[in-house]
Structure formats: C-alpha cells, structure tokens
C-alpha cells in the first residue's frame, strides 16, 4: 500500500535516513519504534506529504486515503457528536450512533457528547479529533503518540478498537505492551535504515540485536584477513616470482568495501539514590479528602500506609484526582480532610511534568543539575547529565533549546542529585522512548526506597505496581495486588463487571476452554513443521562453520607456503582454495533457502497464534 524507496533526509551534517527502504502492505499494522530524535515522526510527516526529503520515493496507490491526527483544533459545529459526526462517510451522514460509540470508548459521558467541543481541555479536545480520525472512511491510520492524551481506559479501549481495524496502520508509541497488542509488525529506525519484522518489539530487537552481533563478527573477521593480506603484500611485493599472486591481493583488497564499526547507542543509564530508612513506615494517610469545591471531591475518606520498599501505583480516567494526590503527598497542596502523617526523618523527591515550566530557560542542562542541590559537586552533575544523555557539548545546551522531551530527562537528572527515601513520580514516561521507559523500570525496580507512581503506562503498571490506588466507579480505593490481579478480580467499570468474559474473549466463538484447545493444536503442528527446519539450520550452520575453517586453515598454509617458499603447495593450494568456496557459496544458498522458509513458516504459525488470542 505505500513503499519507501532509497529515502534520504538530512538536517545540516546530520543524516536522519540513509537509502531507508520500507514498505506497509495490504492490512498490515506496523508499529514505528526508534530512539527520540531518530525520525519517526519525521517519516510520518515525509509519508504524509508535509515535508519535503532529499532523494528517494514514497508512493502509493491513487486515491489511498490516510487518516492522521491533527493538532491544530478547527471545530465548528455545537455538540461534540457533531463534531466528530463530520467525518462519517457521505451515505452514513445520519448514523450519529457510531460517532456516539466512539466517543464513548475515548471517555465522553452522554452528556459530554452535548458539549460545546470548545468547552473542553486540550485533552479531551484532541480526542474529539482522534474520534474524527478513527470514524472516517481512511484506508491508512497513522496515529503518532495517541496515549499521551489518553488515560489507561480510553488506551484499553483504543487498543481493541485498532485490533478491529480492517485497512493499514502505522503506530508510534513509547507503550510497548500497547503497541504489541495491536500490531501485526514492527519496525525500527535504525542507524538511518529501517528494520521491518512479522511479530512484536520483542521479536524486533531481538532480530536487530542478532544481526548486529553476526555483523559486528564479520567485520572482526574481515579487518584480521585484511591484516594477513597486508603483511603478506608488504612481504613479498619486490618478489618477481610472487608478482602474480600480490596483485591479486592488492586488487581484492581494492574491491573490498569496508565494514565500519557500528557505533554505540545510547541509552538512559541511570539509577535513584536511596537513602537509608530504619522505621518501618515512612507516612500513612488517614481518611484522606480534597476537592477544589464542596461539592466536587475528588477524593474522600482515604486511608492507606506507605511502607518500606512499597511500590504503589496510581491508576484511573484523567482529572479523577491521580496528580492531585501526588501533589498532596509532595504537601504542594493541604487536604480538605483527613491527614497525612510522615515520618519525621523522610526524604521525598517529586517528578511532575509541569515542572519544566519552572526550569530556568537561560540556565545550561549542567547548571540546572548542579542548582538541584547546594552540595553537589561539578563532576557529579556532569555523571548525571550523561546518564541522562547529555553528555559533552550537549551539557552545555540552553534549557531554551530543548525539546519536551529533553526536559524531561533534565527533571528526572535533577531528582538524581538528592539521595531520598521515597519517590513520587508522575507520569514519568511521557515523552521517553521504548528504551528509555525500560531504563526507567529497571531504576525503579533497583530502588531501595518506596515508589508512588501516577501512570497510565500498562507495561509499568505490570512490571511494577505491588499495590494499587484506583480512581474508578466515582470513588477512590485501594487494591492490595498487582494489576494483572486487579484486572482479573474486578477490571474498569466502563469495561463491564464480568472480567471472566470480557478481555476480548466475548468477541469470539471459542471459550477459554476451546481457546487453550486450538493454542495447544497449533503448537503441536508448528512444532511438527518446524523443528525439523530448525534441525537442518543448525546442521547447515555447522557444515559452514567447518567448511570456513577449513577454508581458513588452507588460506593460512599458502601464507606459510610463500614465505618459505613451498613451491608444491603453492601449486596445489589455490586449487583447493577455488574447490572449498565453490563448496562454502553451495553451503551459503542452502542455508539461505532452509532459513528463508522457517522464518516463512514461523509468520504464519505468529499470524495464526495471533487470530487466536485476538
């Protein structure tokens, strides 16, 4: 439906994609991933037709209709129903239902939908625009960062609506369990190319990490011959008789691209300082209750203990009362009721994402490190900045400069500083990528101190939360459990009270029971099919590797053979030569064949897989 061609787009000196090649085929959804700053967004852009590239093309069918999300906010009817009903195809002008339905799923009442659209917040603004989108007869979505204005229902929600979606899709998203239940492949940008698998992000990296290695290996290899073939020319070019043979090393060399050293990506490596804590509670709240009127609480009568090591998240629709309890446990606001009583010796720090407001633009990414705390030390602040990817020049960028995304990781480096016993943190993924989200988990699991987090991120919440703080059901409650627990147990109000039979299941013929039956069915005809490949792959693996080394050992004795002048062996050793490549290419094309049809094979037992579980 749209393929890429030989893309090339450049900043300045610097190259965003090199000959990028890709393709999105008939109802493919493609999940985008790649670093912050590595393109994604560019590409959608450069897809869409709002940017211009260098060299290249993009093409696709005439007439193919891509439906993307708008910033900018042009509304002009009087209802947000109407609004959104703009979009129906010509036909389905008056089957205001389906805008209805819609809007419902992203987290309009009934009687939102009888708003004005003006009347809302930025949010729930681009969610009329996303429903816009989502209702329109598009053959293409292409949705860049949709959670970011979405909270965890409407995200659920989107993710079933997108499973459901019968055209194309591109996604970018830092949520790697969202993104991996809708897609039925990702790609990445990488190194300025692009990566494209059958599978998840999982299968992604893993490929990715594969063939780097295999690359990496390969180079090794090359430079050490290339060393060997240098010695040998530099040894024997003033020799008449070996004339013959140093020529043709000097043009194989020639000829020989060379294979650069891939160069180190860089990660978010960082780690929270614990102080240490030897009461066994840090705070407890005792009936708990704030509301910025009487008669609109967002929270009553909540009670719950934070403990040593406790890791708490919370959950729940947008302007529910998440931030506001942060806020009251960061005593950046009083409650209204109830109290809140911290041990006398505890260290908070706070991440909320309105802080970048506070950030001093004129400062540099250093000195608004070193200005989190009188005692810290310049090396100190510099380490941190590295840890958070600013390291050399970049240090020394304007806050004025730096993109949202930027900042964030300045807020996250200026929490660093202090050592603290308990972490509040507010939505802190917002603006990282994939890899940064998982630098961030890996921190917060090596923490030694307690965590409260605000997120609407499942795959944090999942690897996470030990303990849960929900806002749902027009109340507010504490669950003892993790959140798949949560999830099976009682789940989202808006979701339907039978957990047991929602989970998309409901929207299928088989029950659990048939579901298991048809999983262990197709497992056992993968494996049947399968293995046996599998099985000819390593042996094909092992016949290579023998056959290189032999080919090695003989390239070794004709190095040997011309120094000390072993005349039989130079007669007879670049005949064995040609016989053991001719053998190793027959080799090659094996294993290209075998290969290519087990990773044929193994997509279409993932396709199947993925029928099954919806």
């Excluded at 965890?152 to 591109?170: D, H, N, P, Q």
């Excluded at 780690?271 to 840090?282: E, G, I, L, Q, V």
């Excluded at 605000?454 to 959140?483: M, P, W």
């Excluded at 293995?531 to 032999?550: D, G, Q, T």
Aim: aromatic fraction near 8%.
């Amino acid at each position: 439906m749209i393929k890429i061609t030989d893309l090339n787009k450049s900043f300045g000196s610097r190259v965003l994609f090199d000959n990028l090649n890709m393709s999105v085929n008939e109802k493919e959804r493609v999940g985008l991933v790649g670093r912050n700053g590595h393109g994604k967004t560019t590409l959608f852009k450069i897809i869409l037709g709002e940017m211009e590239y260098d060299s290249g093309s993009v093409n696709m069918p005439k007439n193919y209709k891509i439906g993307y999300l708008e910033q900018h906010i042009n509304f002009t009817k009087q209802t947000a129903v109407d609004e959104v009903c703009l979009a129906l195809p010509d036909g389905e002008k008056d089957e205001k239902w389906k805008g209805e339905k819609i809007l419902s799923g992203l987290g309009f009442s009934s009687s939102d939908m009888l708003k004005n659209p003006l009347e809302f917040s930025g949010g729930y603004k681009l969610r009329i625009n996303l429903a816009k989108v989502l209702l329109s007869d598009a053959n293409m979505l292409m949705l860049d960062e949709p959670n970011n204005y979405l909270d965890i229902v409407a995200i659920r929600w989107l993710s079933g609506f997108l499973r459901s979606w019968k055209g194309e899709l591109m996604l970018i998203t830092h949520d790697r369990n969202f993104m991996d239940s809708v897609v039925t492949h990702c790609a990445a940008i990488h190194r300025a190319k692009a990566r494209k698998v059958m599978g998840n992000t999982r299968k992604l990296y893993e490929q990715i990490e594969k063939e780097e290695e295999i690359y990496e290996k390969t180079r090794q290899n090359q430079e050490k011959k290339k060393k060997q073939t240098e010695i040998f020319i530099r040894r024997f070019r003033a020799k008449a008789r070996l004339a013959g043979m140093v020529q043709s090393r000097i043009k194989c060399l020639e000829k020989q691209e060379t294979m650069e050293e891939l160069t180190e990506m860089e990660n978010l490596d960082f780690s929270f300082s614990a102080m240490p804590f030897h009461a066994a509670k840090m705070l407890g709240a005792h009936n708990l209750g704030f509301g910025y009127s009487p008669d609109n609480m967002l929270m009553q009568k909540l009670s719950f203990d934070v403990l040593k090591k406790d890791r708490i998240c919370v959950i729940g629709k947008n302007g529910k009362g998440k931030s506001t309890l942060l806020k009251l446990l960061a005593e950046r606001l009083t409650a209204v009721e109830g109290s809140i009583k911290k041990h006398p010796d505890l260290k908070t720090s706070y991440f909320v994402q309105s802080d970048s407001a506070n950030l001093v633009a004129q400062r540099t990414v250093f000195e608004e490190i070193m200005n989190a705390d009188n005692e810290c030390l310049p090396q100190k602040a510099r380490n941190i900045a590295g840890a958070m990817m600013f390291s050399g020049d970049d240090a020394a960028k304007k806050i004025e400069v730096l993109s949202g995304g930027e900042k964030s990781r300045v807020l996250l480096g200026k929490i660093l500083v202090k050592p603290c016993h308990l972490l509040l943190l507010d939505e802190p993924t917002n603006h990282l990528d994939m890899e940064s989200c998982e630098s961030l988990i890996e921190a917060v699991e090596e923490f030694e101190g307690s965590v409260i987090m605000v997120t609407h991120n499942e795959e944090l919440l999942h690897n996470i939360a030990q303990r849960l703080i929900i806002f749902d059901r027009g109340k507010v409650s504490v669950f003892e459990g993790c959140y798949r627990d949560f999830l099976d147990s009682r789940g989202w109000e808006d979701e339907g009270d039978d957990i047991k039979s929602k989970n998309d299941v409901k929207n299928k013929a088989f029950t659990r029971e048939e579901i298991k039956k048809q999983r262990a069915l197709l497992i056992q005809e993968k494996s049947k099919i399968l293995k046996p490949l599998e099985e000819s792959v390593l042996k094909l693996e092992k016949e290579i590797s023998a056959k290189e080394k032999e080919l090695h050992a003989n390239t070794e004795k004709l190095i040997s053979a011309s120094m000390e002048k072993d005349i039989e062996f130079l007669a007879e050793g670049p005949k064995t030569d040609k016989k053991l490549k001719a053998e190793l290419n027959t080799l090659y094309d094996k294993f290209s064949s075998v290969t290519e049809e087990f990773e044929k094979q193994s997509e279409y037992f993932n396709i199947k897989m993925m029928e099954i579980d919806g």
